[in-house]
C-alpha cells in the first residue's frame, strides 16, 4: 500500500512538472520568441486556458503527500522552509504577471508583467530542479525526523552543505535548460511564425545543452548517492526508466520538421517523466534520505500514515484523478491548434 | 509566548485573513454569475437575453482578477501547514490531508477547467455549454469551500480520529469526518455570507452607477439582483445559519462562549452585552450596556438558564487574547445587523419600484461595501481565536504544533516578505478592479471576450 501511494504521488508530481513545465518554459523562453506586443499575447494566450489547471497538479500532488506521508511533508517543508516561501512568492508574482498584463495595453503596465513572467518563471525552474537535487543528495535529518537547511554555505554537497551547493545548482540549472526547450517546443507548436521558428530554433539549440546536462546530473548523482546503483542493480528492471528518458531526448532531436510538432513535445514530454521516475525508483523505497546517518532516512515505511487512511483514501483518489484527466483532455480539445495574429 | 510561535501564528492570521478576502467574493459571485447565466438562458426575450449576459461578461472580469488574487495567495496557506505548523501536520496530517487532498482532486481541477471556458470560451461555445461552465465554476468553488471547512472544523470539533500510541492522530471515519456536524453548520453560516459579500459588491457597483448616471440599465439590473439575493441571504444568515453556528459553540466549546460574550461570572437569567470592554484583570466589563436575560434565552431558550461564565473554567483553557475575541464577535454582529437593515430598507424601497431613484439610498449601499468584508472577517477571527489556546480543540495546543527547527529571524523575514507582497497585490487589486468599473459593462456588449 505504501508503495502505491509512493508511486502516485511520483505521478503527482511527474503530472505537475510535464503540464506545468511547459506553461513555465513558455514564461522562459517569453521575452526571447515573441517581440511585438501581439507576438507576446500570443505566448500568454497560448497557456492563458491551461496554466492554472496545471498549478492544480502542485496543489492537489501536495495534499496527496499530505495525507499519504505525513511526516515527509511535515519534515521537508519546514526544513526547506526558505526556498519554499520564496517559491510561493515567485508562484504569486507569476499568476498576477499572466493575469494582470492584458487588462491594460501600456508601454508602461506591460513590461513590468513580461518581465515578472519570464523572472519568476526562470527562478521557478531553477529551484525545483535544486529541490530534486535535494532530495536526490538527501539532507541532515536529526534523530526526531526534522532538519532546517540555510540556502548555502560552503557549496560543498555535504551534509554541512545547504539548499544550494554545486550538485543541487545543477540539478537547478539543467531543470532550467529542460523546461527552457519544453517551453519552446509548447509555444513552438502553438504559435504561428515568425514566433514559431524563433522558438524551434532555441528549442534546437537547447537540445544540446539538455544533453550535457543529463550526462553531467546522471554522473553527479551517482558519485553523491550511492543508494541510486545499489537500486538499479538489485531491480535491473528499472533501467526501463532511463531508456524513456534517452527515448524522448532522442525524439525531440529527430522531430524537427514544422509538422512534427506534436511528436516533438510528447517526446520533451517523455523526457521529462524519464527523468523524474528514474529518480524515483532510485530514491525508492527512501523519500528523503539523510545525510546524516542513512538510518535516521524518511522512508515509505515510517513517514506514512496508517493503513486505513491510505485504503479510504485511494478509494475517492482514483476517481477523482481520472475526472481530472476527463476536465484536463476536454479544455486541451477546446483550446487545441495554432493561434493566430490578430 | 516565544517569539517563534508568535511569528508563526502571525503569518497565519495575516495570509489567512488577506486571502480570504478574496474567496469569500469568489464564492459569492460564482453564484450571482450563475444565476445572470441562468436569467439569460432561460428568458425568450432577446434584450434582456442580451442584458444578463452582458452582464455576466462584465462579472466574469472582476471575478477573473478576484480568483487569480485568491488562487496565488491560497497555494501558500496549503503550504503553510507544513512549513511552520510541522509538528501539527506530522501528528494530524494523516487526517487533515485528506479533506486538502480532496478540495485539490475534486474541486480545483473543475474550477480551473471551467473558469477557462468560462473566460475565453464565449465565442467558442454555444450558450447551453457557456452556461454550463458557470455552472461548473459555481460548483467547484462551493465543494472547494466544504473540504476548507471540514478542515477547520475538524480542528474546532474533532471526529472520526484515534489517537496511536507514538502520538499520530489516525482517521478512523472518514465519513464522521467529512459529516462533522461542526462542518455543516459552519459551512452553511461560511457561504450564506460569501453571498452576501457577493451580493453587496453587485448592489454597490450598481448604485455606483446610478449615482455617477452610467450605464443605467445594467446598473438597474445590478442593484435589483444584489438587493434581491441579499436580503435574502442576509435572513438565512441569522436564522437558521448564525444561531445553529452558535449553538455548536454553546454545546461544544462553553468557555469560548463566555469570552466571546465578555461573561466573567456563571450567571442565571444571563444578560448580553451590546457595549462594553473586557478587562481581564478585574474580570468584569467596563461600561456595559446590556439586555437582560438575552443570553440565557438565545443559548438555552429559557429566561432563567444558567450560563457559565469564565470562572467556572481553569485559566488554562481559556482563549488566549479575550478582549480581541470578545470584540471580533461584537463586530461581525453589530455589523450583520446593519447590513441586515440596510437591505431590509433596500428591498422595500426595491419593491416600490423607488429605489433606483432614491439617492441616499444607493449612497448607503455604495457605503457598505467594506463591512461584509469586515464582518466576515470578524467572524472568522471569532471562530479561530475561540479556538484558543488549542490548535485541535482538546486535543493539541497551538504551541505544541509549530515546526521546531525554523527560527523566528526567518520566520519574520517571510513574515515580512507577505506583508510587502501582499501590500503590492492589494494596490494592484483595486487599481485593476477600478479600471474594469471605469471601463463599464457597455464596451463589452458585443461578446469581447
Redesign the interface.
Known sequence: METLWFCLVAIMIAGYVVLDGFDLGAGIVHLLVARSDAEKRIVLASI???W??N??W???????M???F??L??????????P??IV??L???R??S???RN??ASPVWTPIWDTGFTWASLLLAVFYGAALGNVVRGVPLDA?????LPLWTDFRARSSAGILDWYTILTGVAALLTLTMHGALWVAMKSPEPIRERAASLARRVWWGVVAATVAITAASFAIQPHLSERFAEAPWGFVFPVITLTGLLGVFLCKAPRAELPAFLSSCAYLVGMLTSAAFGVYPLLLPASTDPALSLTIHNAA??S??LR??LA??IP??L??VV??T??YR??SGKLHLE | MNLALAVDRLQFAFTITFHYLFPQLTMGLALLIFIMKTIALRTSDEQRRDRYNGAARFWIKIF??NF??G???G??M??Q????W?????????????P???????S???E??F???L???EK??SLRLHWLSSLGVFAGSWISGYFIIVTDAWMQHPVGYRM?ANG?I???S?RDLLLNPWALWQYTHNMIAAVVTGSFVVAALGAFYLLAGRHESYARTFVRLGVTAGSIAMILLIVPAGDQQGRMVTENQPVTLAAMEGLFQTVQGAPIALVGQPDTDKLQLDNPITIPKALSFLTFRRWTAEVKGLDAFPRDVWPDNIPLLYFSYHIMVGLGTILLAVMALSLWLLARDRLYTNRPALWLLLLMTPFPYIATTAGWMTAELGRQPWLIYGVMRTAAGI?????SG?GL??LL?FLG?YMV?GI?FLF?VW??IEHGPEKLAEGAA
Open positions: 492563458g486556458p491551461v492554472d489547471g498549478e492544480v502542485l496543489l492537489a500532488g501536495g495534499g496527496t499530505y495525507f499519504a505525513p511526516a511533508y511535515a519534515s521537508s517543508f519546514s526544513g526547506f522552509y526558505l519554499l516561501t510561493l512568492w508562484l504569486i508574482v499568476g498576477i499572466i493575469e494582470f487588462h491594460i526526531s525526523g526534522y532538519f532546517f500514515a496508517e486505513y487512511g479510504v483514501g475517492w483518489f477523482g484523478m475526472l481530472a476536465y484536463a476536454f479544455t477546446r483550446f | 477573473a482578477i487569480v488574487t488562487v496565488v495567495t497555494i501558500p496549503e503550504f501547514f507544513g512549513t511552520n510541522a509538528q501539527f501536520s506530522r501528528a494530524a496530517g494523516g487526517v487533515i490531508g485528506q486538502l487532498a480532496l478540495e485539490g482532486v475534486y480545483f481541477f473543475l480551473s477547467t473558469l477557462g471556458l473566460i475565453y470560451g467558442r461555445l496511536a499520530m489516525q482517521l478512523d472518514l515546526s521546531p527547527h525554523v527560527s526567518n523575514f517571510t516578505g507582497l497585490l494592484l485593476l479600471h474594469e
